[in-house]
């Protein structure tokens, strides 16, 4: 399994629209992303996303690491 690291929360909203997710709106410290058929996201506008947090959202998104990582 490849390594989640140094990814921002705004370099994270760029590899999820890459899936087709859009920035709806911005709730303080957090990004929220909508998608049409999967579960809408929360990102926090980190400078670094901790590794567990960026895993779930990427399982939420029902995306594998390796998809990801692949768009970044």
């Given at each position: 399994?490849?390594?989640?690291?140094?990814?921002?929360?705004?370099?994270?909203?760029?590899?999820?629209?890459?899936?087709?997710?859009?920035l709806d709106h911005q709730t303080g410290s957090h990004m929220i992303?909508?998608?049409?058929?999967?579960?809408?996201?929360?990102?926090?506008?980190?400078?670094?996303?901790?590794?567990?947090?960026?895993?779930?959202l990427i399982q939420k998104a029902g995306l594998t690491v390796d998809?990801?990582?692949?768009?970044?």
């Open positions: 399994m490849s390594r989640l690291s140094n990814i921002s929360g705004r370099a994270a909203v760029k590899i999820f629209s890459k899936f087709g997710y859009v992303l909508y998608h049409e058929t999967r579960p809408t996201l929360s990102i926090p506008a980190h400078r670094e996303l901790a590794p567990g947090l960026l895993r779930g998809e990801f990582l692949a768009k970044k």
